[in-house]
């Protein structure tokens, strides 16, 4: 959690005070965790120069197009829509025997995620389900098998365990479940793995299975047995030595489960296969999708169980319906699945998207002078004809405290500042227009420095009550919240445009969802904050306040609540706010406010 800003130097004189250096909009330091934008880091001795792809790569490249050439030419002639509908009609009717082949496909996944938790301890259930679904998802949408670097990317931005063990881990897994895969079609069908590999079965597997043990040995080497933590052969070292033994077993399993998807399929469609055989053909088709070039390995994967398909006798036609059937569900399940992993658990792997559901207890409050004033700031910039009348309106005292009002005029060019004077009001300016963001800094600076009991935050252009300033700071001045919002939506809304009104509607459902608060305006231009909460309050992005504001100051624990206010649409003016603009930079502000230490 950010810590609170510090307490302002009291003003020396009422003159203004030089303005705060304004926020960038660029993000504030990160915690100490990998670069989530930089992928999985490259392995040691890769030799590779950065932003260069080694021979490695672009060979398989080829291959991949080459066998990429040869699927689509083979298809061509084996394809037959009266044994596609056919197959498809089958699965229709036996929904429960598909949900079946998919839970188990499914407990393929649950058993590889214990296997990596297993062999990596720090490692949670919940982000290591989510690290392969995100992975399996990737290489469903994602060209030349993208998706495998997920794994690691998934697991590094999500958690706090350093890349080495996490690389030399999943290196390990991936080249278990590859040998694995290959010893069970050997053991299946060895007739058709001869008849498809033939002489290159050996030396695959011993390439597959010297990258397991290097693996092995990196991983043994990066995550060693901590100190201190029982006797030798015991605890988390035994864990780490058992590594390889343990991911092979599971590998070996899982591919099993996984081969319930095309055993019941080619059931359905009448096609006889024994589950050996399934577990042949499922090996085949993987084997094929290591060096696939399209999304999800479309077309490959399709040639590829055909071939296995046809190798055990099955007719090229249901043998395609077969394939292309399995592959669509496989395919849907890692896009419904997948994109659940996307974000659950938390954090996601994009962030955080919400508030903790628990929170920081509340900041004990600061000690309230008997004389403190009530201070309300007011941005402008080019309002010189409401400015004068909003101050104007505002009364003397507020709940038997006098009102001190601050106008931050933002970089205006015409009288909005001269005008606030006349009005009564201390006018600070800004250097030139930073935007409202940094004015609401701004103001939230000055008002602290004043010692006040509460600070209400107003805007200039007479949508909002000045008269409905004490309704606003009462719930602050009794003790009763630290973060006040006047809501329009539940007091008296006079006028307000359709569009307008949707728009609040929808972006209020954002930040309600968001603070897991019963939020009724998340836009509101009428704020009330405590001493602490004005003190503390961190505005993230210059351009706006409004939703950023509300996420950090619950972050922190204040207090949240929200009062009716009266609103009416402007009749002079314009308002600054776009709908493109405003989304392209609050969106992005919100997100670096939720991810945010």
């Known amino acids: 959690m950010r810590t609170p800003m510090a307490d302002p130097a009291p003003a020396a004189s009422p003159d203004p005070a030089p303005p705060p250096a304004p926020v960038p909009d660029s993000p504030r330091p990160a915690a100490a965790s990998p670069d989530p934008a930089a992928g999985a880091p490259a392995s040691p001795g890769s030799g590779a120069p950065a932003g260069r792809r080694s021979p490695l790569a672009w060979a398989r490249r080829a291959a991949g197009l080459v066998v990429l050439a040869v699927a689509v030419g083979y298809l061509t002639r084996t394809v037959s829509g009266p044994d596609l509908a056919s197959a498809s009609l089958a699965l229709l009717r036996d929904p429960p025997g598909v949900l079946a082949a998919l839970a188990l496909y499914g407990c ?40 495998e670097a997920l794994r690691v990317t998934s697991v590094l931005r999500r958690t706090g365990l350093p890349a080495a063990p996490v690389v030399a881990s999943t290196v390990t897994l991936r080249a278990a479940d590859l040998v694995a895969v290959f010893l069970l079609a050997a053991a299946g069908a060895p007739a058709l793995v001869s008849a498809l590999a033939g002489p290159w079965l050996g030396p695959v597997l011993g390439g597959l299975t010297l990258v397991m043990v290097a693996a092995g040995i990196w991983f043994l080497r990066s995550h060693p047995r901590p100190a201190g933590r029982g006797p030798a052969g015991s605890g988390p070292g035994r864990r780490t030595a058992a590594a390889l033994p343990v991911a092979f077993l599971a590998a070996m399993a899982a591919w099993v489960l996984e081969s319930a998807v095309v055993y019941e399929v080619a059931r359905l469609a009448g096609v006889a296969l024994s589950p050996a055989e399934a577990v042949a053909v499922t090996a085949v088709t993987i084997a094929a999708q290591t060096v696939a070039v399209t999304p999800g390995g479309f077309g490959s994967y399709e040639a590829a169980a055909t071939a296995a398909l046809s190798a055990l006798g099955v007719a090229s036609g249901p043998a395609f319906a077969v394939a292309l059937l399995t592959h669509a569900l496989k395919t849907v399940y890692s896009l419904l699945v997948g994109g659940t992993a996307l974000m659950i658990p938390s954090p996601g792997y994009f962030g955080r998207l919400r508030l903790d559901r628990v929170l920081p207890a509340r900041p004990q409050p600061l000690p309230v002078a008997a004389d403190a004033p009530v201070v309300a700031f007011i941005p402008v910039f080019n309002e010189e004809e409401t400015v004068g009348e909003v101050v104007r309106r505002l009364p003397a005292a507020v709940a038997g405290r006098r009102l001190v009002t601050i106008v931050v005029d933002d970089g205006s060019t015409d009288a909005s500042a001269a005008r606030a004077g006349e009005a009564g009001a201390r006018v600070v300016s800004q250097v030139r227009n930073l935007g409202l963001g940094a004015a609401v800094r701004r103001g939230l600076a000055e008002a602290v420095r004043l010692d006040p009991a509460a600070v209400v935050y107003l805007d200039a252009d007479l949508e909002y009550f000045p008269e409905d300033i004490e309704q606003v700071a009462a719930p602050v001045l009794t003790g009763e919240a630290d973060y006040v919002v006047g809501s329009r939506f539940a007091g008296t809304i006079e006028r307000m445009l359709p569009q307008r009104r949707l728009g609040n509607r929808v972006l209020t459902a954002w930040v309600r969802w968001m603070t897991r608060q019963e939020v009724t305006d998340g836009q509101s231009g009428y704020r009330a904050f405590s001493p602490s909460a004005a003190r503390a309050a961190e505005v993230v992005h210059d351009y706006n306040y409004a939703q950023v504001l509300t996420l950090d100051l619950l972050a922190k624990g204040y207090v949240y609540r929200e009062v009716p206010i009266r609103y009416a649409f402007r009749s002079t003016g314009r308002s600054f706010i776009r709908l493109g603009s405003y989304l392209r930079k609050v969106i992005p502000a919100v997100h670096r406010e939720l991810n945010s230490p």
């Not at 058993?111 to 990737?138: D, K, T, Y």
């Open 108 to 147: 393929a996944f649950a058993l590889r995620a214990w296997s990596w938790r297993w062999v990596l301890p720090g490692l949670s259930p919940g982000q290591s389900w989510a690290a392969l679904h995100v992975s399996l998802l990737g290489n469903h949408v994602l060209p030349f098998r993208l998706g």
